[in-house]
Nanobody, 121 residues
């Protein structure tokens, strides 16, 4: 069984920073893309940032220049460094990973349970 656990969420004032971590554990042969999504109350879940196994990154326009995604393949962990936080960044942040359990398997998407990020104004 594969499990993703997020950490690092919390309360921060506008302009502050937080660093989210997500560690994947369990039966893992290879992790393709990893990413962070967020969902605010009453709004649709949206992609915040993603990083491939090769290091290519993608960011939502709203976070470009402020957030940085990175990963440590040896630790099966993805990070999201969030700087210059704004109240509109307030949401539950979910970790996502495209994980291949065995060499002969296709990858499947796995999700963490989420971590709350609250930015006060």
């Amino acid at each position: 069984q594969v499990q993703l656990v997020e950490s690092g969420g919390g309360l921060v004032q506008a302009g502050g920073s937080l660093r989210l971590s997500c560690a994947a554990s369990g039966n893992i042969y290879h992790i393709n893309a990893m990413g962070w999504y967020r969902q605010a109350p009453g709004k649709q879940r949206e992609l915040v940032a993603a990083v491939t196994s090769g290091g290519s990154t993608n960011y939502a326009d709203s976070v470009k220049g402020r957030f940085t995604i990175s990963r440590d393949n040896a630790k099966n962990t993805v990070y999201l460094q969030m700087n210059s936080l704004k109240p509109e960044d307030t949401a539950v942040y979910y970790c996502n990973a495209d994980i291949q359990k065995y060499w002969y398997n296709d990858a499947n998407a796995y999700w963490g349970r989420g971590t709350q990020v609250t930015v006060s104004s």
